[in-house]
């Protein structure tokens, strides 16, 4: 449904973006991560044509967007970081607004706006002027114009920013639900929301695609070769031994209140190395009271990758998060 190829965009002699490719198929929930500056706002307003790439090109179910905007837009409901809502209007004035602007009226601008209404729980507020809503309504009525005309590809940008835990959930339980029914790219800095929401997890470092896979299939792929070792003795003595095993690097050594030291080892993907760490404990009479692999979690993940990011980058054109 959505497939960027080999987009750049700078602003002055800062590459916010840098030969950028990936594809996102029909019915994907995938998440985009990133430090600030990390060039995602660029690349969701590429996406969506409210900027042009510098270089490459953007594909809307198979329609190039820079060639033919407007059938590609049709197919395109796209929330920003700060939704564009008119605060003296009601919600559903707005919505009525939103519906005229996609070429619906009368009946069936009703009829879109029962479905939106209906999908982001919002039926209740119709009548409200949008000023006195909550910050979390604000968030569902920007959802309900992002998805007005039934778009199949809805792309939002960070739709959890600023809300409360409680209203943090019923959004994720919404972009969930629209899952359902559309192609769903979201940004977000909460690294639990992408696990717990997406398919799959798209990470942007320096304006460049740093990893594409399942949160799952991150962490696995993370946490391959480090292990996790208790053992009861003298810290220097263990360190020692750990070391004598070919392959083995002590990325850190922590002593326990109960008098155990903990061990994490870089262990390498040897068959034979866990069986080398007890022949070489065991010789210098230290005792092993636990081994496991350890599992990277995807927060470890995102460091890792986005190590050394710079902030920031992106202030010139003013919305970058």
Excluded: W
Aim: proline share 3%.
């Amino acid at each position: 449904m959505i497939e960027a190829r080999h987009l750049s965009k700078s602003y002055g002699k800062t590459e916010a973006v840098t030969d950028l490719s990936f594809r996102i198929g029909k019915g994907e929930v995938v998440g985009f991560l990133g430090p600030n500056g990390a060039g995602k706002t660029t690349t969701l307003n590429m996406l969506t044509g409210c900027l042009s790439p510098g270089a490459g090109e953007v594909l809307i179910d198979g329609i190039d967007l820079c060639l033919e905007p407007v059938r590609a837009k049709r197919k395109i409901g796209y929330l920003p970081e700060t939704p564009p809502l008119y605060a003296d209007m009601t919600v559903r004035e707005h919505l009525l607004f939103v519906a005229a602007a996609r070429g619906f009226r009368g009946a069936a601008a009703e009829k879109e706006l029962i479905h939106a209404a209906r999908l982001t729980g919002i039926a209740g507020v119709m009548k409200k002027l949008i000023r006195n809503l909550s910050k979390g309504y604000r968030q569902r009525v920007g959802i309900a114009s992002a998805i007005l005309g039934d778009p199949e590809i809805v792309i939002l940008d960070e739709p959890t920013a600023g809300l409360d835990p409680g209203q943090i959930v019923e959004i994720r339980r919404l972009v969930r639900s629209l899952g359902k029914e559309h192609t769903v790219l979201f940004s977000s800095h909460i690294l639990s929301e992408v696990r717990e929401v997406s398919d799959r997890v798209l990470i942007l470092s320096h304006g460049r695609l740093a990893a594409d896979d399942s949160a799952r299939a991150l962490e696995e792929r993370a946490g391959e070769g480090k292990l996790a070792l208790r053992v009861r003795g003298e810290k220097d003595k263990a360190l020692a031994a750990a070391e004598r095993v070919p392959g083995i690097r002590v990325l850190d050594a922590e002593e326990e209140e109960t008098g155990a030291l903990r061990l994490t080892l870089a262990a390498g993907k040897d068959d034979g190395t866990k069986e080398a760490i007890f022949a070489s404990f065991a010789g210098d009479s230290l005792p092993i009271l636990g081994m496991e692999d350890v599992r990277s979690g995807l927060e470890e993940v995102f460091l890792e990758l986005t190590r050394e990011e710079s902030g920031g980058e992106e202030g010139k054109e003013g919305s970058e998060a």
